[in-house]
Structure formats: C-alpha cells, structure tokens
C-alpha cells in the first residue's frame, strides 16, 4: 500500500509483472529503469502515486489484477520466456487464458514434468521460491537402478558433489527404484546432479507438491487458478501481508 511514503522501486517493478523481486533489483542495478525521465540505480528509491516508471524506455504499471496459476508442466516443455531453438514453452499452456504477462514461479528442468506456478506477482513468487520462506517441494523420482536406503540417509544428512552440499529434508520410498522426496531449497537440478553422483539414471522426475498444493486434478498441459485460500498460505509463511483489492487500484 502506498501510505503517502510510496512503494520501493523493485517492488513497483514486481507488482507491474516486470520479474520477481530480487530480478527486478538486477534490473535496477543495470541502470533499465527510469522514475520520471531520471535513471535509478538505488535500490531503496521509492515510487510515489503518479511517478512515470519505464524500463528500457517503455512505461509500466503495477497489474490491477494479480494472477495466481498452478500447471501441470509436461516433459519437454521449457520454462522460459521464449527459446532459440524453437522448443514448446510452459508458458504457451497458459498464455492465451490471461491478457496479463506472467512468469514462472518454480521452475523445472525440459525433461521434468510436474507442478508449477504461473503469476504476475512479484511478491508471490519471493513468498513461493526464496529459501528463506522454508516451503517444500515434493518429488516423485523414478530410476533405472535400485536405490539404496543407504544413499537417502547420506542425501538427507547431506551429500557435496562438486563442492555443493544438498540436503534432503525428508523421503518415502515406494519401492527399490521409485522415491517420493522432499525439499526446501531445491538448488538448480539438485536430483538430478545427486542421483547422476551415485550413477542412478533417472527415468521419471516429477514435481507432485509446491507447499499445500498438489498437482492432483491437474491433467498433464492444462492449469487451475490457486484459491484465495492457497495464496493466503504463502503469504502468511513468508511473513508478508497478501496483496488486496484496494492496494491494486491505488496505483
């Protein structure tokens, strides 16, 4: 809300659907944004009610509507904004349902499937993604070799490959060569370079969980919008008051 004093740059820039937050300090600190014709590099300026903002000269405003939308990324599909080569976008499931550009919150890797979250909330997506938020993450890995009890005890008590430390914070195992695991931080195709460690080829990897939402109902290549309720969690978990209606039409 602005209260008189203003919203800080990058948040102004996360609730225009620009990127989440911490990108959208990068961006500041690239020198892309101007506040009234005048170039901003510091991240703690602030934007008052009528400033003109833009970014690489084209002018931006925060969303009046917040979209909140869970996927069921199939392989294959990659999240990204747009890709050279040509391959299917996650982003193509969603994007003739919604005016509003959004972005990817949780990203997965090409040959994962799974959940994730598209929105143009800046804040959302900190309140999702940020370790410091201690949300889990729920995985179904299936393999071509046994997996060894021995290797998840290693995995949850923690494994360094390459001068890395991964941590699993719990698992269930279905069987000799399928695990559910959980995760918090969830490093950059962290299972894949720990299994890929021990010589485990993964055959399935597939995200069923981001907090209390799960992927069931969700069809491979189609979405649901989150509830109120489910956004709300984030929120409160991350010690940030959820955006309302009458902070959007402020600006």
Known sequence: MDNGRGLRLQVYLARSGVASR???????????????????RELGST?????????????IFPQRRL???????????????????????ALDLVKDAFRERLFTVGRLDYLSS????????GQFAKAVAHP??????????ETSQPISAEFLKRYQEGIEVAGVTFHL???????????HLV???????????????????????????????????????????????EIGWFYRNAGLPAPGKEERERW
């Open 22 to 40: 911490r990108k959208s300090e990068e961006i500041i600190l690239e020198g892309r944004v101007s506040v009234n014709g005048t170039v901003v």
């Open 47 to 59: 934007v008052k009610h009528g400033d003109r903002v833009t970014l690489d000269g084209r002018p």
């Open 67 to 89: 979209i909140y939308v869970a996927v069921h990324k199939p392989r294959r599909f990659l999240c990204a904004a747009s890709d050279p080569e040509g391959r299917p976008l």
């Open 114 to 121: 799974g959940l994730i979250f598209f929105s143009n909330d």
């Open 132 to 141: 410091s938020s201690n949300v889990e993450k729920e995985y179904l890995v």
């Open 169 to 179: 914070k719990n698992y269930t195992q279905q069987n000799t060569r399928s695990v």
């Open 183 to 229: 995760l918090i931080e969830g490093k950059n195709r962290e299972i894949r370079t720990v299994f890929e460690s021990e010589k485990l080829g993964i055959k399935r990897l597939h995200r069923v969980r981001i907090g209390p939402v799960t992927i069931s109902g969700i069809q491979a290549g189609h979405y649901r919008t989150l509830t109120r309720t």
